[in-house]
């Protein structure tokens, strides 16, 4: 005998009274309970389902997921849940009258669940429950958990990589350049005469400068594995992964020209051109030091050295 809503008044009642949607099908895909909760949400009022097939109702789900979960549970007597990471709207439900007009779907998460009754006459249940809010807080989480990590990874004054993060990307390249036999570049650069900057303009025009400067250079990195980092003070590094010694100092010295070209006042300088310039060491691991990530640095240091040795505003490569 084919189960009804009139022979089930109580049924009807105690799941028209929980906040999740319940329906249950028969054999033949029929609609034979239909909670409050979907009309609710579907704006279709339980009479105008019973005894209609589900397909009808939802012709967009044949073929699809839930379709193969709902012949599973019947035939097979197999229960199926799905998630809302794989299948976040299967149903026309929505959370309002507003959200219906807008076209905003909830997001669901459906239960299937075989249903045996006397007679061996078989029954499946559907229970879906609105994951809209644990969805919107997982999202607020991954976005926190992605700015914290930026914080931790991102200089406060400059907004570029800091030193840890420097340590870290310099660290895997080295062992991958190593790895692979491939070339990697790495160039340290500092603010030439930036102490006399700061007693002449003192703290905070010096940290403006700071920020003009490694805005202009970090623009400059067009690969996402290069790597413009704050390495302390006013001294700053470059990783080029896969990048020759000669094409870094290429390089090098297009950013010693990008920063004579910001034309910022420093009369305090000693030098000629009374404005901000940057030295520049650059090494790479086709040039010997493909052993450590200290040999890299040092041999960086060196180069970096011997270009403020040398008058600065210049590149001098190891």
């Known amino acids: 005998m084919r189960c009804s809503v009139e022979s089930l008044p109580l049924l009807q009642g105690v799941i028209d009274c929980i906040d999740v949607g319940a329906l249950v099908l028969d054999a033949n895909h029929c609609i034979v309970l239909w909670n409050r909760w979907m009309s609710q949400h579907t704006g279709v009022l339980s009479a105008e389902t019973l005894e209609r097939n589900f397909f009808d109702l939802f012709p967009e789900q044949r073929d699809k997921r839930l379709d193969t979960a709902i012949r599973q549970a019947l035939n097979n007597n197999m229960p199926a849940l ?10 026309p439900l929505y959370s309002s009258k507003s959200a219906a007009e807008k076209g905003e779907r909830m997001q669901q998460q459906i239960t299937v669940s075989p249903l045996n009754i006397a007679n061996n006459e078989r029954y499946c249940l559907l229970q879906v429950t609105d994951v809209s809010a644990a969805v919107q807080r997982e999202s607020l989480l991954r976005e926190q958990a992605m700015a914290l990590r930026s914080q931790t990874l991102l200089d406060d004054l400059t907004g570029v990589a800091n030193r840890r993060h420097f340590d870290m990307a310099i660290d895997r390249e080295t062992r991958r350049a190593r790895r692979m036999g491939t070339s990697l570049s790495l160039m340290m650069l500092d603010i030439d005469f930036f ?3 700061n007693d002449h303009y003192g703290h905070q025009q010096g940290d403006a400068c700071l920020e003009a400067v ?12 290069d790597l413009f980092a704050r390495y302390g003070g006013e001294e700053f590094a470059v990783i080029l992964p896969d ?5 870094a100092v290429m390089m090098a010295n297009a950013m010693c020209r990008k920063v004579r070209d910001l034309r910022i ?18 090494a790479s691991t086709d040039s010997g030091h493909a052993g450590e990530v200290y040999d890299l640095i040092n041999a960086a240091d060196r180069a970096l050295y011997q270009a403020k040795a040398c008058g600065r505003n210049r590149v001098e490569s190891l």
Do not use: C, F
């Not at 623009?219 to 594995?225: E, G, I, K, L, V």
């Open 82 to 91: 799905l998630s809302q990471t794989l299948n976040r709207w299967p149903l």
């Open 265 to 282: 006042p420093h009369q305090a300088a000693r030098a000629d051109e009374r404005i901000i310039t940057i030295s520049i060491g650059v």
């Open 243 to 247: 990048t020759p010694g000669d094409a």
């Open 214 to 225: 490694a805005s202009a250079l970090s623009t400059m990195q067009q690969r996402p594995a």
């Open 195 to 197: 102490k006399a900057y």
